[in-house]
Nanobody, 120 residues
Framework: QVQLVESGGGLVQAGGSLRLSCAAS????????MGWYRQAPGNTRELVAT???????NYADSVKGRFTISRDNAKNTVYLQMNSLKSEDTAVYYC??????????????WGQGTQVTVSS
């Protein structure tokens, strides 16, 4: 009942920047939090950054100072501005939201993933 559509992935050189976007739609009563996760081949999916309804944010240590997460509540959209990209940032990036679909039911929903490749 909740769909996430991601955009903005691609190929960039080390030191470059990308901006990812993710728009949530469907039967959304309210959004508790939105975030970005990433997974490289052979690795587990790891948290990159999250932002909750109170605009509190948290980042993985590996991206602090380089990535910025933000959201547009009116559009149910979350963004990830990625600067000073490193080859280690190469992964499939997944958008996530924890959302209520009615007064009492909530769940975690995932986008399809978007590839970010950083070349040296």
């Amino acid at each position: 009942q909740v769909q996430l559509v991601e955009s903005g992935g691609g190929l960039v050189q080390a030191g470059g920047s990308l901006r990812l976007s993710c728009a949530a739609s469907g039967s959304i009563f309210s959004i508790v939090a939105m975030g970005w996760y990433r997974q490289a081949p052979g690795n587990t999916r790891e948290l990159v950054a999250t932002i909750n309804s109170g605009h509190a944010v948290n980042y993985a240590d590996s991206v602090k100072g380089r990535f910025t997460i933000s959201r547009d509540n009116a559009k149910n959209t979350v963004y990830l501005q990625m600067n000073s990209l490193k080859s280690e940032d190469t992964a499939v990036y997944y958008c996530n939201t924890r959302a209520y679909t009615d007064y009492t039911h909530w769940g975690d929903y995932w986008g399809q993933g978007t590839q970010v490749t950083v070349s040296s």
